[in-house]
């Protein structure tokens, strides 16, 4: 639960109002603000160490909470699709390294943005002759 600067200052206060009782200082939290079970001991004490550490009781998570951020830009899928132009039989790895961008996002702006099918290019050798009559033997024999 985020708390709003004047909860987690009243909360600081309440502790201290209280001579170090996080039980008591939930109480008074939940009284003030009628919540039901809020907050923690582990949350008040938490609150208390940012506080002497810092020296401050703002929110220093601000900025870094909830999604991440996508890499798939349009600046991104630009300079990938540069790089396969420039060379269209490149593979996922090497597009990567070129245009120095994480290989799950190189793949998602190939499948996604260019509708492109990023795969892997299998070589299997040449069968000789012998080796077709070999296998329609087999498969006569088989039969």
């Not at 309440?14 to 939290?29: A, D, G, I, P, W």
Request: charged share 25%; hydrophobic share 35%; glycine share 2%.
């Amino acid at each position: 639960m985020v708390l709003s600067l004047e909860q987690r200052i009243f909360r600081l206060l309440e502790y201290h109002r209280l001579e170090h009782n996080c039980v008591q200082t939930r109480r008074s939290f939940q009284r003030r603000f009628d919540v039901r079970r809020d907050p923690s001991d582990n949350a008040i004490k938490a609150l208390i160490k940012k506080v002497e550490r810092t020296g401050n009781v703002s929110d220093d998570r601000i900025g870094n909470v909830g999604r991440a951020r996508s890499a798939v830009t349009e600046s991104n899928a630009d300079a990938i699709e540069q790089v396969i132009l420039q060379q269209p039989r490149t593979s996922v790895r090497r597009v990567t390294s070129r245009a120095a961008i994480r290989r799950m996002t190189t793949h998602c702006i190939i499948s996604h943005n260019l509708q492109m099918f990023p795969y892997k290019i299998q070589t299997c050798q040449p069968l000789s002759v012998n080796a077709v009559d070999a296998r329609y033997d087999f498969a006569k024999a088989m039969l």
